[in-house]
C-alpha cells in the first residue's frame, strides 16, 4: 500500500559494472477462505439432505 | 395434556417434525379443524424456510440474457456490473481476485459467488464448484429443486394439493391465508399459485394491509417482473414503514443494476430507523459490489458500532485488514469471531495464516491443524494451500511441495496450487514440469495473471517468444498495472519489431 | 450557402419524432434519439479523452445504450432538479414513463401510465414552483415532479400528439400548449383551458418561438405559426412536416422556424413571413431537430437528424451573410415567379384596355348585343347576392346547408370558387353548372362536419351567355356555427330527448334570443316574447335540440348529444362573457355506458396481471432451457441439444400466443379509458370557468379511488 512518503533511489553511476533483470516467477498470494453466511450454510445443508434421502430411497 | 398444545409447545420448541405428526393425527380425527391445519403449515414451512432477503441467486441464465438494467455501459462507479477499479484497495497483485473480477471477499451469501460472463459459452464451461464461481443454470431450477426436497419430507403426497385450492375462498379468510401464502412460496415454491393468492387476499383486504404488498412484491421478484415488485414495495412502505420492506426493495434495485439508487434508499431507511444494523450491512454489501472498498469498510465498521457480533462485518474487514498488510489488526477480528463460537475450518485457516504473518509462529500451526481436522472434502484443498504458502515463508520447500501436493489431492481444480507448484518446479530447474503445471493454472483459471505471467517469463527464458508474447498479453489483460508483465511485452514487441 | 460544421454518421436508426439533446453531467449536451429494438441511445463525443487509455476512439464507444425494453415513444431531457444542473433524461412508452439519470445510472422515478405517453415535455408550468414533467397521453395530461410525485393532472378532447410550453399571454409564466387528434389546439394555463383553436388535422408538432408566438406541424402537411390565438401564417406541402425548431440561423436576432419534412428536406423559414431563407437535404427522412452546444466552443449549434443515423450540425449565419442563405439558384427562380407574374399582369391589363376599346369604338351600325355580351360587358351596377339556407334535403340529397347565390339582373354566372378551411378536401370547392344549366344564381350544399362557425371565401365569375372573359367578383360569408341545425315547427309533434341540462344564467332571455339569432341559421329572427320555448333538428341526424328558459334565468337544454350540450354551453358562455357556470346534468344513457365500461375496465386490469405473471414464468423457463440446451451443445450431446430446442420452440410458440392475447387485452383496455377520459372532458365541457376544473379534479379523485357511485355524482350534479 502507498505510503505518504516517497522514497527516491540514489543508483551509483560509477562503480556499476553489470544489471540484469531475471527473469521472475510469481506465487500465487495466500488465500484468506470467506466465511458462509447462516442462510447459505441452511441451504446447502438441506441439499445435502436431499440428495441423501433420494439416495436412500433408490 | 391437549393434544393441540402439545403440538404448539413442539412448534415453539421448534421439534417441527413431532409438531406435523401430532397434526396431522388431529386432522384425521377432523379434517376441518383450522387450528391444526394452520399450525401443520406452518410448520411445515418453518422446516424449510430461508430468509427471503438474503437470497439472491443468480443463474446463467438471468446473468447472461439480462435486460433489467437500464445502461448497458453505466458510468464506472455506478454499476454492478462494471466494478470500478478498486478505490483504497489493494491491488491484484496483494490480493487475489476471484472469478468476477472483484476481490475475494471475506464473507460469501447465496449469489456473491456469482459472475458476469461475457458469452454463454464462457458461462458454462466455468467450472461450477464451491470455489470458483458458481453460476447455477438458472434460479427457477434451484427453487424447483428445493420443491423437491420438500416433497421429500412428506413421502405420503402433498399435504395441500395446490391445484385443487379454491383460491378465493382462502384469500379471503385472514387467518389462513397468511399462513398457506407462506406455505406455498417457501415449502412449495410455486410462485404463480403464491401470487395468485397474494392478489385475493390483497383486494380482499382493500389494498390497506402492508404485509400481502410485500408478499406480492417478493413474488414479482421471483418472476423477474422487478419493476412490478418495486411498485409493490413502494406502496407498502408508504402505508408501513419497516426494515424488511427497505431491504426487500433494494434488492430489486441491486437487480436493475442501480447500485447508487439502492444506497440512497438505505440511507432513506436510515433515516427511519437510525442505525439499523441490517440497513447499513445493505450498503456495504452494495460498496463492495462496486468495488469501492473504503466505503465498504466504512460501512461495516458502522455495522459493528451498532451490532458487535455481526460476523459478516466482521470477516469483511478482517480480510481486508489482512490484504492491507495490518495482519496483526485481522487477527484480532478473527480472535473476536472465535470468542464468539464459531468454529469451522474457515475460520481456523484464517486466524492460521493471520498468526504466521503477525508473526505469532507458536499458534500457527495448531490453528492449521484445527481447520484441517475440521474441513470438509470442499475446504481441504484451501487449507493445505495455504499450509503450503507457510511452509514457503518458513523456507521448507519439501513442507511445500507436499502441501501443494495435497491441495491437488483434495481438490484437481485448485489454480493456485498448480500454479505455486509450478514456481517450485522452476526453482527446482524442471523447466517441462513447471511449463505443465502453470499451463494447468492458467487453463482453470484464466483470470488470474500469475500463471499467465508466469508462464511468458518461462518460455522466454527458454527462447519460445511467441508463446512469451501471447501469455504476457493475458497477463496484462487480467491484472493491467503488473509492471513486469507490461516490461515483458513491451521487451518482446522491440525485439519481434527488429526481425 | 450554410454547410454543415460536423457530420455524423452513428451506426443506429433513429425513431422520428424521438429525438433531445441533454446536459446529463450539467455541462456537455448529448444527442439522445430512441431506436429499434426499445433502446434508447446516448451520443456523447465529450468525453473520450477522459476515458481509460486502452479504449479506442471509435463512433460506437461514443454510443451509449440504453434498454427500455418496450417500444418508445417519446423522448425529452430537461432539468427537474433546480439545485444541480444535470439533465434528467425522460422516457415514455406506451404504459410508463422514466425518469433517468444517465450521470448515477439511477432512477428518479418510474410510473405507470395507463393512458400512454406520446409526448413529454420539461419545464416550469405557469405559478407551480418546481419543474415538472408533463406527459401527454390519450386524452390525458399528467405533471410529475423530481420525487415522482404527480402534480398536476387534467383531460383534454382527444389523444395528445405534441406539447409545448410558451408564455401564451405575457404573463411570464408558462401556458401548456396541447395538439391533440381532434384537430384542436388547447392552450392551458394550469388545468383551466383559456384558448382553444381549431385546426383542420392533427397536431403532430409544436414549438414555443419569441414572446408569444409558436410554430404548429399538421398530419397533412401545413406548417405554420401562430401569434397567441391568431395565426399567423402557413403553407401546405405535400410531404409531413416530421418536426420543427426555433432556431436564429440568420442571426438577425429572431428566430426563424426549421422544418425537417419526410423526405429529408431541411428549410428554414422567416416568422414574419413564411418565406424560406435556407434549405438543404439529407438522404431518407429527417428523425429530429434539437439545438446544443454540441462542440463546446461556446455557440449553439443547430442539430439535425435523419432516420438512418445521419446527424449534422449547423452554425448561424455570420452578420455579412445576413438575408443571403439561398443559394444563387434559388435567386434566379425568384426572378423566374416574378417575371411570371408581370406577364399575367400585363395580359390582365391588355383585357381591360380591348374592353374599354370596345367600349369607345364607333362602329357605323352601333355596337350589337352579341359582341357586348362577348366583351363580357355587364351592367355596371351588378351585384351578388348570398343567403345561406337550412335544406332539409330529399330522397336524392342529405340535409345540407345551401348556399345561394345571385346576380342581381340578367348576367349569368360561369362558376363559383369557395375557399373554406375544413368543410372540402383540399380546403377549395368549385361549382362549374354544365352550360346548358347556366342561370344568374347558383346553389351550392355545404355540409360542415363540425360546429364551428367559417368563413366563406366566395369567388364567382360573373358574365354573359356567350362571354369569353368574366368579372369575377369576391366575397366572403360567414357559416354560423350552428348552421347545421333547422328550426322545427312549434306545432309539430317531436319526441322531446331523454337527456337534459340544466343551468341558471343572469341574463335577461333577450339576450340569449340575440344569440340564438346570431349562431342558428333562421329564416327571419327570433323576437323574445315570454319564456322561451325552441326546438331545432340536427342536420347530421343526431336527434332534435330544444331550448327552455324563464324569465327566472333558469335555463333547460334537451338533447342527447352530450358533446353537442357541451358545445351550446361553451358557445353561449363566450358570447355572454360568463366566466364560472354550473349546471346539472341528466344523461341516463351516456351514463350507463360509461357504467358497463368501467365495469370491463376491471376485467380488464384483473386478466393483464395473471397474463404478465404467465409470460414471465414461461420467460424464465425459456431462459434456463436455452442454457441447458447450449450446455447439451458445447458436450457435443446433439440428442439432447435438439430435444431441447425442440422444446424451446414450442414454449415460444406458447409464449407469443400469450403475448398476443395479451396485446389484445391491452388494446381494449386502452380504448376502454380513452372512453372514459372522454366522458370526464365531456362531463366538463357542461361546466364553464372553476367549477369545470373543479368537475374533472373531483372525477380523477373519484378515479384513482374506484369510487363509481361518487364518479356518477359528480357527473350528474358538478361537485360531490
Redesign the interface.
Known amino acids: 500500500s502507498e505510503t505518504g512518503l516517497q522514497f527516491h533511489e540514489v543508483l551509483p553511476r560509477n562503480g556499476q559494472v553489470y544489471q540484469e533483470d531475471l527473469p521472475t516467477t510469481v506465487l500465487c498470494k495466500p488465500k484468506l477462505m470467506p466465511l458462509k453466511s447462516v442462510t447459505l450454510e441452511r441451504l446447502e445443508k438441506m441439499q445435502r439432505d436431499a440428495q441423501e434421502t433420494v439416495k436412500e430411497q433408490e | 395434556m391437549d393434544p393441540l398444545f402439545l403440538a404448539y409447545s413442539y412448534f415453539r420448541r421448534r421439534k417441527y417434525e413431532q409438531c406435523v405428526e401430532l397434526c396431522s393425527q388431529l386432522l384425521d380425527k377432523n379434517p376441518y379443524d383450522q387450528a391444526a391445519w394452520s399450525l401443520k403449515t406452518r410448520a411445515l414451512t418453518e422446516q424449510?424456510y430461508?430468509?427471503e432477503v438474503?437470497?439472491d441467486e443468480e443463474?446463467?441464465?438471468?446473468l447472461?440474457?439480462d435486460?433489467?438494467?437500464?445502461?448497458?455501459?453505466?458510468?464506472p462507479g455506478?454499476?454492478l456490473k462494471v466494478p470500478g477499479t478498486g478505490q483504497g484497495a489493494?491491488s491484484q497483485g496483494?490480493?487475489?481476485m476471484s472469478q468476477s473480477g472483484r476481490p475475494?471477499?471475506?464473507?460469501?451469501?447465496?449469489g456473491t459467488q456469482s459472475t458476469r460472463p461475457g458469452t454463454?459459452?464462457q458461462?458454462?464451461?466455468t467450472p461450477r464448484t464451491a470455489h470458483t464461481a458458481r453460476p447455477v443454470?438458472?434460479?427457477?431450477?434451484r427453487y424447483v429443486?428445493?420443491g423437491?426436497?420438500s416433497m421429500?419430507s412428506s413421502p405420503d403426497g402433498p399435504f395441500i394439493n395446490l391445484a385443487r385450492l379454491n383460491m378465493p375462498k382462502y384469500s379471503a379468510r385472514p387467518n389462513l391465508a397468511k399462513s398457506l401464502f407462506e406455505y406455498i412460496f417457501h415449502h412449495e415454491n410455486d410462485?404463480?399459485n403464491a401470487?395468485?393468492l397474494a392478489?385475493g387476499a390483497t383486494e380482499a383486504c382493500q389494498f390497506q394491509d402492508w404485509w400481502w404488498k410485500v408478499q406480492l412484491g417478493k413474488?414479482?421478484y421471483r418472476?423477474?417482473?422487478y419493476?412490478?415488485a418495486?411498485?409493490q414495495f413502494k406502496s407498502a412502505l408508504k402505508q408501513q414503514d419497516m426494515v424488511d420492506t427497505y431491504l426487500y426493495l433494494c434488492k430489486v434495485?441491486v437487480r436493475?443494476?442501480?447500485?447508487?439508487?439502492a444506497v440512497?434508499v438505505y440511507k432513506q431507511g436510515l433515516q427511519r430507523f437510525i442505525g439499523e444494523a441490517s440497513l447499513l450491512t445493505g450498503i456495504a454489501r452494495v460498496y463492495e459490489g462496486m468495488n469501492d472498498m473504503s466505503n465498504t469498510v466504512q460501512f461495516y465498521k458502522d455495522v459493528l458500532h451498532q451490532d458487535n457480533m455481526s460476523?459478516?462485518a466482521i470477516?469483511c474487514i478482517?480480510?481486508h485488514y489482512?490484504?492491507?498488510?495490518q495482519p496483526e489488526i485481522a487477527l484480532k477480528f478473527y480472535r473476536r469471531?472465535l470468542q464468539m463460537g464459531?468454529y469451522?475450518?474457515?475460520?481456523f485457516?484464517?486466524l492460521g495464516?493471520c498468526c504466521f504473518?503477525a508473526q505469532q509462529y507458536d499458534m500457527t500451526l495448531t490453528c492449521f491443524e484445527r481447520a484441517l481436522s475440521l474441513a470438509s472434502d470442499d475446504?481441504m484443498s484451501?487449507?493445505w494451500?495455504?499450509i503450503g504458502?507457510v511452509a514457503?515463508g518458513i523456507g521448507d520447500l519439501t513442507l511445500a511441495y507436499q502441501s501443494f501436493r495435497l491441495a491437488l489431492a483434495s481438490n484437481n481444480d485448485h489454480?493456485?496450487a498448480y500454479?505455486?507448484l509450478?514456481?517450485l518446479e522452476?526453482k527446482k530447474g524442471r523447466l517441462e514440469m513447471s511449463r505443465a503445471f502453470f499451463q494447468a493454472a492458467f487453463n482453470l483459471a484464466p483470470h488470474?495473471?500469475?500463471?499467465h505471467?508466469?508462464f511468458a517469463?518461462?518460455s522466454?527464458?527458454v527462447g519460445d517468444l511467441q508463446s512469451s508474447f501471447n501469455a504476457a498479453r493475458r497477463a496484462s489483460d487480467a491484472f493491467?498495472d503488473h509492471m513486469?508483465s507490461k516490461q515483458?511485452l513491451s521487451s518482446l514487441r522491440k525485439h519481434f519489431a527488429m526481425l | 450557402m450554410l454547410v454543415p460544421v460536423f457530420t455524423l454518421k452513428l451506426s443506429h436508426k433513429i425513431n422520428p419524432r424521438m429525438v433531445a439533446i441533454g446536459h446529463y453531467d450539467g455541462k456537455h449536451p448529448c444527442l439522445t434519439c430512441a431506436t429499434t429494438a426499445g433502446k434508447v441511445f446516448i451520443h456523447n463525443p465529450h468525453s473520450r479523452g477522459t476515458r481509460g487509455g486502452r479504449m479506442e476512439a471509435s463512433m460506437d464507444s461514443d454510443l451509449n445504450l440504453l434498454n427500455i425494453n418496450q417500444a418508445v415513444s417519446c423522448v425529452t431531457a430537461g432539468q427537474m432538479n433546480p439545485e444541480t444542473k444535470n439533465d434528467v433524461l425522460l422516457v415514455g412508452t406506451q404504459t410508463n414513463v422514466l425518469a433517468y439519470d444517465v450521470e448515477n445510472n439511477s432512477d428518479l422515478f418510474y410510473k405507470d401510465t395507463p393512458d400512454g405517453a406520446n409526448a413529454v415535455v420539461v419545464g416550469n408550468l405557469g405559478s407551480i414552483e418546481n419543474p415538472v414533467a408533463i406527459i401527454g397521453g390519450n386524452c390525458s395530461l399528467q405533471g410529475y415532479d423530481l420525487e415522482g410525485t404527480d402534480t398536476y393532472w387534467t383531460v383534454t378532447g382527444d389523444n395528445v400528439c405534441s406539447l409545448c410550453l410558451v408564455d401564451f399571454n405575457g404573463d411570464n409564466q408558462n401556458e401548456l400548449v396541447v395538439g391533440s387528434e381532434d384537430f384542436d389546439i388547447r392552450v392551458f394555463r394550469e388545468d383551466e383551458i383559456i384558448s382553444e383553436m381549431t385546426e383542420t388535422e392533427a397536431i403532430t408538432s409544436l414549438c414555443g418561438m419569441q414572446d408569444s408566438r409558436f410554430g404548429y406541424a399538421l398530419a397533412n402537411g401545413t406548417v405554420g405559426v401562430y401569434d397567441k390565438s391568431s395565426r399567423y401564417w402557413r403553407i401546405k406541402s405535400k410531404n409531413h412536416a416530421i418536426s420543427i425548431h426555433a432556431y436564429d440561423l440568420d442571426s438577425d436576432g429572431v428566430s426563424e422556424l426549421i422544418t425537417g419534412w419526410s423526405n429529408g428536406k431541411i428549410d428554414a423559414r422567416s416568422d414574419r413571413s413564411g418565406e424560406v431563407i435556407f434549405k438543404d437535404n439529407f438522404a431518407q427522412a429527417v428523425a429530429g431537430i434539437v439545438e446544443g452546444d454540441y462542440r463546446m466552443d461556446g455557440t449553439d449549434l443547430l442539430i439535425c437528424c435523419s432516420v438512418d443515423g445521419e446527424v449534422r450540425g449547423y452554425q448561424p449565419a455570420g452578420q455579412e451573410m445576413k438575408g443571403n442563405l439561398m443559394d444563387t439558384n434559388v435567386e434566379q427562380e425568384t426572378i423566374r415567379e416574378l417575371s411570371q407574374r408581370k406577364q399575367n399582369l400585363l395580359l390582365e391589363l391588355k383585357n381591360y384596355e380591348e374592353n374599354q376599346k370596345a367600349a369607345n369604338m364607333d362602329r357605323p351600325s352601333g355596337l350589337g348585343e352579341l359582341d357586348q355580351q362577348q366583351m363580357g360587358i355587364i351592367p355596371a351596377n351588378t351585384q351578388l347576392q348570398t343567403t345561406l339556407n337550412v335544406n332539409m334535403g330529399s330522397e336524392s340529397q342529405r340535409p345540407h346547408v345551401e348556399l345561394f347565390i345571385a346576380t342581381t339582373n340578367e348576367t349569368i354566372i360561369q362558376a363559383v370558387l369557395i375557399f373554406a378551411e375544413g368543410i372540402f378536401d383540399g380546403e377549395s370547392h368549385v361549382v362549374h353548372p354544365p352550360t346548358a344549366t347556366l342561370s344568374s344564381s347558383v346553389r351550392v350544399p355545404i355540409v360542415p362536419p363540425k360546429d364551428v362557425p367559417v368563413d366563406l371565401h366566395i369567388k364567382a365569375f360573373v358574365g354573359n351567355k356567350n362571354s369569353s372573359q368574366f368579372h369575377v367578383f369576391e366575397l366572403t360569408r360567414q357559416l354560423p356555427r350552428f348552421s347545421m341545425y333547422s328550426l322545427a315547427d312549434p306545432k309539430a309533434e317531436i319526441p322531446l330527448p331523454k337527456s337534459n341540462v340544466t343551468l341558471t344564467l343572469n341574463e335577461r332571455i333577450n339576450r340569449v334570443v340575440m344569440w340564438v339569432n346570431q349562431t342558428f341559421l333562421l329564416h327571419e329572427d327570433i323576437v323574445s316574447e315570454g319564456p322561451l320555448n325552441l326546438t331545432f333538428l340536427s342536420l347530421r341526424g343526431s336527434g332534435p335540440l330544444c331550448f327552455s328558459m324563464e324569465q327566472s334565468g333558469q335555463m333547460t337544454i334537451r338533447t342527447d348529444d352530450m358533446d353537442l350540450a357541451g358545445d351550446v354551453i361553451q358557445a353561449l358562455a363566450t358570447f355572454l362573457n360568463i366566466e364560472d357556470l354550473q349546471s346539472i346534468a341528466e344523461f341516463p344513457e351516456d351514463m350507463e355506458t360509461l357504467r358497463q365500461v368501467l365495469v370491463k375496465v376491471d376485467e380488464f386490469h384483473s386478466v393483464r396481471q395473471k397474463l404478465t405473471a404467465e409470460m414471465a414464468d414461461h420467460s424464465n423457463l425459456i431462459r434456463s432451457l436455452v442454457v441447458r440446451a447450449e450446455d447439451a451443445r458445447l458436450m457435443s450431446n446433439m440428442k439432447h441439444m435438439r430435444q431441447g430446442y425442440m422444446e424451446l420452440y414450442n414454449l415460444n410458440r406458447d409464449l407469443i400466443n400469450g403475448y398476443k392475447i395479451r396485446c389484445n387485452n391491452h388494446d381494449e383496455l386502452l380504448r376502454c379509458l380513452k372512453s372514459v377520459n372522454q366522458a370526464i372532458q365531456r362531463a366538463g365541457r357542461l361546466r364553464i370557468g372553476k367549477y369545470k376544473t373543479q368537475v374533472i379534479n373531483s372525477c380523477r379523485t373519484a378515479m384513482r379511488s374506484n369510487n363509481v357511485s361518487l364518479l356518477f355524482k359528480i357527473m350528474k350534479t358538478g361537485s360531490s
Open positions: 424449510v430461508i430468509d438474503d437470497v443463474g446463467i441464465a438471468e447472461i440474457m435486460d433489467n438494467s437500464i445502461a448497458q455501459v453505466a458510468r455506478t454499476s489493494p496483494v490480493r487475489p475475494l471477499t471475506g464473507f460469501v451469501r447465496p454463454m459459452e458461462a458454462i464451461r443454470t438458472s434460479a427457477s431450477g429443486r428445493l423437491t426436497a421429500l410462485v404463480r401470487l395468485d392478489s413474488c414479482y418472476l423477474g417482473m419493476r412490478d418495486e411498485k434495485y436493475l443494476d442501480q447500485p447508487l439508487t440512497e460476523i459478516e470477516a478482517g480480510t489482512f490484504y492491507t498488510d469471531l464459531v469451522n475450518t474457515e475460520l485457516n484464517n495464516l504473518y475446504n484451501d487449507v494451500y495455504n504458502h514457503l489454480a493456485e500454479n505455486n509450478g514456481v522452476m488470474m495473471y500469475e500463471p505471467y508466469n517469463s518461462m522466454d527464458k493491467s513486469d515483458l
